[in-house]
């Protein structure tokens, strides 16, 4: 209870001191001067220019109305750079239970809807529109990102979006579009934040108590303290006694065989983190806390966490493994300036220039974290500050963010000779995209999700799943989709198979796909089937011949026209190349209500028919304000009267040739001549008399283009609401794999690692990527140079002939005495391989002493040999999507008998059938385990004679090959025998 007690009052302690600390750190933070001194001005020129650039752009919207469905199209030109974000205003009634659905960008040069050209940021309904004026009422204001790697004003585009009106009728209660979902969240969100701010009053009370109770606490702890100084003070001047003369840095027992931390002259250094000149913190207390917490992640010895990641900081990049980052942000705090502290050399107290960190931060690091995470700069800027001012480390993505402006910094920036200017920030991202977005096993496949969870405000994981599923289905891993397969919002799968297809043009058959499935939009073959049913059209025939004053023939083509035009081309206007009339509509709609149609398909039919109608009382005229139909009709009836008496038109009694073209147009439907009023066609002229009464409005071009026989009419509002049954896709989608496969011949498994060695997996791959960054550095100089002394040869020679064969492409083991000579070149290997790895990850078939191979272990040797190859190499082989356990045993199988290896040993050759040698590494890995015993040793009879015992630098050759010193190799076997009794005890 005692221990317990004093645990208790540590920590009490500890929170205790964190209080007054965030206290003065909040206090004295908050001034102007130091939110100046950690982030000071930039001049207005520069990126600081750019900056200001990324400001809100006004532009109008053209909207048109959909009467049938209530759906607004609307359309506006925008910049679609990154960097700009345009703010647009509707003045339109607006349903948010569908969302706002973005339709793509038209850019120049390009022949198709572009998705991923810019996309919708935000939207709220106010008082104001997009210019700053009060409007009086509420509107919907729209703010749309650009997504294009340009610079501000470079490239405009013609970009579309949609919405459902709040009266839409596919959107009431019981509609297929109608979302309860949405209301009812609403509602609860009401109620959350309700008890939100009952719960920030609570705590707001509560954490005034603390303050004030943390104050009080301070206070007493540091009059305890200060006590305790003075008795310490009094109690040092009593005693005396001698100063440590060796100075603060540790001492290692040199004497004790445990691991001894290099000195600081021996750390690499490079442009990252540089611990050996940060002055408030302690490089040897970190590295070693680093090391631990490594050990204590993954279960690797505290050796190889040491050298491998602490030790190698300073040219090491955090990135990977995921680990690593998570490992020193737990033993330091870790800033921008800190992260890149190598860069600008030791000076500076190992901080990166303020004023040069600055203009990165500016420059770069801001805008790139912006445009990626999709935030505003002011808040990257505020979680900047709080980083740099030490409130808290930064985070992965931001660390990743600044690898991504170092290296644009390094490459464009300070080696730019060319007198063009540098880019500001990446545009095509490194580091940051490929964490955000991850790994694509299609084309377009990070995109897809970013613009998913953007424009539907979704979560990331979800949208991760849906497109997860996608990839599945679209490789042909799966027999459908099961999103589309779903029960989801109609609207919703459109927005998400539109935003597929703007990533990746090719799966321009999804929309088949899509199309194939009665969930994927609303199926009128069906429906429509009903009106080609004798007794239904016997009903709509009776009405449209009351229209037709009798005249049957007219009525039975009209209809059959009709039907003809939906069947074939699934456009019931495309035959008789008009808009439907009012009463043509209402009559089906009449009919399929006295058939005791369902409600559902009623309210389907109803809604797709009104985009292919004309209606007079849907239609409003600058004149017209207030109007019903009757006065509408009658208004337009005299004003083609009056046009046709003016131009002196040659039609008889003209009063009546008004009403009945007015009648013709918005109420019987078919053709204008059909029933022949004047005996005669229409001219063009008399023609063109009604369209301009009709203000020469878009909805009746049909009239003007009445006797052209290459006019083909289209409705202006044809939603992709409602979609066919009969499609197939499978054609597309078999070509779309075939593609998939031909680009990808490995399949799914591309990335995978075997677990071999030789095989190129983990250990190859890091093996190989060591050698890129070595070669023509300085340590391939350092050696070449300690291989040419130690050999006595030509510095030329060994880097021609000699090298490759030992380090780059090894076909052989180094003796004892050349890695001897190599390992001078550790550090030197460390720095150039970025920490990856020293002189041992090189040695692909070990070095001189090695056994050949295993002997078969037990099964506790084998379980102890997979798991400590686990521990090792298991975040390598997880990070190039291999599974760390298959991995292990199979290359424990490959290198000890009976041998899984494919392939020749490549030093004993047939000799050793299925069998490889252990990497150097690999040794090292798997010496915690008791297995000398199993070293084989087939490369000489002494060795094979002696097992265990290395003999390797003895001249094997010569004794055996000079028949004069037979009589010294049979002294040495019955000396070595004579040992062995003398040590059993014979």
Not at 197 to 216: F, S
Not at 433 to 446: H, K, L, R, V
Not at 482 to 498: C, I, R, T, Y
Not at 742 to 760: F, I, K, Q, R, T
């Amino acid at each position: 209870m005692k221990k317990f007690s004093i645990l208790k009052f540590s920590y009490k302690k500890i929170i205790t001191s964190s209080l007054v600390l965030m206290f003065i750190l909040f206090s004295g933070l908050n001034t102007h001067n130091n939110i100046s001194a950690q982030m000071p001005q930039m001049p207005p020129s520069g990126m600081m220019g750019m900056m200001g650039m990324m400001a809100t752009v006004p532009s109008d919207s053209q909207c048109r109305t959909n009467q049938g469905t209530g759906e607004v199209f609307c359309e506006l030109n925008m910049d679609v750079s990154m960097m700009t974000l345009t703010h647009t205003s509707v003045d339109q009634s607006y349903y948010p239970g569908q969302g706002i659905w973005f339709q793509g960008c038209m850019l120049p040069g390009q022949q198709y809807e572009n998705f991923e050209a810019a996309w919708i940021e935000r939207d709220y309904t106010g008082t104001t529109d997009h210019r700053g004026q009060q409007v009086g009422k509420d509107i919907l204001n729209i703010f749309i990102r650009g997504n294009m790697p340009t610079q501000p004003g470079q490239q405009s585009a013609k970009c579309k979006y949609q919405f459902f009106t709040s009266d839409s009728p596919l959107v009431q209660p019981g509609q297929p579009y109608h979302n309860p979902q949405w209301e009812s969240d609403q509602e609860t969100q009401r109620m959350f934040e309700e008890a939100d701010r009952i719960r920030r009053d609570a705590d707001r009370q509560r954490a005034e108590e603390e303050l004030l109770r943390a104050k009080q606490q301070a206070e007493l702890e540091l009059q305890q303290q200060e006590e305790q100084r003075k008795r310490d003070q009094q109690q040092q001047q009593q005693q005396g006694g001698f100063n440590n003369i060796f100075g603060q840095g540790p001492v290692g027992n040199i004497f004790s065989n445990a691991f001894q931390p290099p000195p600081d002259e021996e750390v690499p250094q490079g442009p990252f983190i540089n611990l050996t000149v940060i002055a408030e913190i302690d490089r040897w207390k970190t590295m070693e806390c680093i090391g631990n917490t490594i050990q204590d992640i993954t279960g690797m010895n505290y050796e190889q966490a040491y050298m491998d990641f602490a030790f190698p900081l300073g040219v090491r990049m955090l990135n990977e493994p995921d680990f690593y980052y998570d490992a020193v942000t737990n033993c330091m705090h870790l800033s921008f300036d800190k992260l890149l502290s190598g860069t600008w050399g030791p000076s500076g107290g190992g901080k990166a220039p303020r004023r040069e960190m600055d203009q990165l931060l500016q420059s770069c690091i801001v805008p790139h974290l912006t445009d990626t995470l999709n935030l505003r700069p002011d808040i990257i800027m505020e979680d900047v500050v709080n980083v740099e001012s030490g409130k808290r480390s930064m985070t992965r993505e931001e660390m990743l963010a600044a690898y991504d402006c170092f290296v644009k910094f390094d490459e464009d920036i300070r080696n730019n000779n060319s007198s063009s200017p540098p880019d500001y920030f990446p545009l095509n991202t490194d580091f940051l995209a490929s964490f955000i977005y991850g790994d694509q096993e299609i084309p377009g496949q990070a995109c897809m999700i970013d613009s998913i969870s953007d424009s539907r405000g979704m979560n990331r994981q979800d949208a991760e799943r849906i497109v997860g599923d996608l990839v599945n289905f679209a490789v042909g891993r799966s027999d459908q989709w099961g999103f589309l397969e779903s029960d989801a919002n109609p609207q919703h799968k459109n927005d998400v198979v539109n935003r597929v297809v703007g990533c990746n043009q090719d799966l321009e058959w999804i929309r088949d796909y899509q199309a194939s499935i009665s969930g994927g939009g609303v199926n009128l073959e069906d429906i429509f089937a009903r009106l080609a049913e004798p007794d239904f059209q016997q009903c709509v025939k009776n009405e449209y011949g009351e229209l037709s004053d009798g005249n049957r023939e007219f009525a039975d083509t009209m209809y059959d026209q009709m039907i003809e035009g939906f069947m074939m081309h699934q456009d019931p206007t495309e035959i008789i190349n008009r808009p439907l009339s009012y009463r043509q509509t209402s009559t089906i709609l009449d009919c399929a209500e006295d058939f005791g149609t369902d409600q559902e398909t009623f309210s389907i039919i109803q809604p797709y028919l009104a985009q292919y109608t004309i209606d007079l009382d849907q239609i409003d005229f600058s004149w017209s304000g207030g109007m019903g139909y009757d006065q509408k009709s009658e208004t337009l009836i005299g004003c083609i009267d009056d046009s046709w008496h003016e131009n002196d038109r040659d039609m008889g009694n003209i009063g009546a040739n008004a009403e009945q073209m007015v009648f013709n147009i918005f109420d019987r439907g078919g053709s204008l001549n059909a029933l022949k009023p004047l005996n005669r066609d229409y001219t063009q002229d008399e023609l063109d008399d009604v369209v301009e009464c009709l203000e020469e409005r878009p909805e009746f071009d049909w009239i003007s283009q009445y006797d052209n026989p290459n006019y083909d009419f289209e409705p202006l509002f044809e939603s992709d609401l409602f979609s066919q049954s009969n499609v197939d896709f499978t054609g597309a989608a078999a070509d779309f794999r075939q593609n998939i496969e031909n680009n990808n011949p490995d399949g799914g498994n591309s990335n995978m690692v075997s677990g071999s060695l030789m095989g190129g997996g983990a250990l190859e791959n890091l093996r190989l990527e060591m050698v890129n960054l070595s070669r023509g550095s300085a340590a391939e100089d350092c050696m070449i140079a300690n291989l040419a002394r130690e050999k006595g040869e030509t510095e030329n020679y060994i880097q021609s002939s000699y090298i490759g064969n030992l380090i780059w492409e090894p076909v052989q083991r180094p003796s004892k005495k050349e890695k001897i000579a190599l390992e001078n070149c550790d550090s030197q290997i460390r720095t150039a391989t970025q920490g990856k790895g020293g002189l041992n990850a090189f040695l692909k078939y070990g070095s001189s002493g090695d056994p050949d191979y295993f002997a078969q272990p037990t099964d506790s040797q084998r379980a102890c040999m997979v798991n400590e190859y686990k521990k090792v190499f298991g975040y390598m082989i997880e990070s190039q999507g291999g599974n760390p356990d298959e991995s292990a045993a199979k290359a424990v199988a490959e290198i000890s008998m009976p041998g899984s290896y494919k392939g020749a040993h490549p030093i004993l050759g047939d000799s050793a059938p299925n069998l490889r040698p252990p990497s150097a590494i690999e040794l090292e890995a798997l010496s915690n385990c008791k297995i000398i015993d199993l070293y084989v040793f087939e490369g000489s009879k002494l060795r094979k004679l002696i097992p265990g015992v290395d003999t390797s630098e003895l001249p094997i050759g010569d004794l055996v090959n000079n028949p004069s010193n037979l009589a010294i190799l049979g002294i040495m076997i019955t000396l070595f025998f004579s040992v062995l009794q003398m040590v059993r005890g014979k």
